[in-house]
């Protein structure tokens, strides 16, 4: 069965950067979307960006646009994040769909990793 792994969260002051990383364990995630995803306390999960198995094709949600970049090298995909905001702190998960297109919703996705905290706070 695909395991992910996320990797990269931590503590990072206003208008800083952090790239995350998604890895799989035992199997490629080269025939997978991925997508990338984000809960804070007490919010429901939401999608952040999601990139298709060519890498040919993203999507991201509003509030990221310009500022998150999603890429996909070999068998691992990052979320490179830059001009960070308090309201981006919240743990951050990556999962796969074998849909071809790059959805955002998260009930479209399965076989979650475990996540990965990023704080934005001064």
């Known amino acids: 069965q695909l395991q992910l792994a996320e990797s990269g969260g931590g503590l990072v002051q206003p208008g800083g950067s952090l790239r995350l990383s998604c890895a799989a364990s035992r199997f490629t995630l080269n025939p997978y979307t991925i997508g990338w995803f984000r809960q804070a306390p007490g919010k429901e999960r939401e999608g952040v960006a999601s990139i298709s198995s060519d890498g040919e094709s993203t999507n991201y949600t509003d509030s990221v646009k310009d500022r998150f970049f999603i890429s996909r090298v070999r068998h691992t995909v990052y979320l490179q994040m830059n001009s960070l905001k308090p309201e981006d702190t919240a743990v951050y998960y990556c999962?796969?769909?074998?849909?071809?297109?790059?959805?955002?919703?998260?009930?479209?996705?399965?076989?979650w990793g475990q996540g990965t905290q990023v704080t934005v706070s001064s």
């Open positions: 999962a796969q769909t074998f849909l071809k297109t790059t959805p955002l919703d998260p009930d479209n996705y399965y076989t």
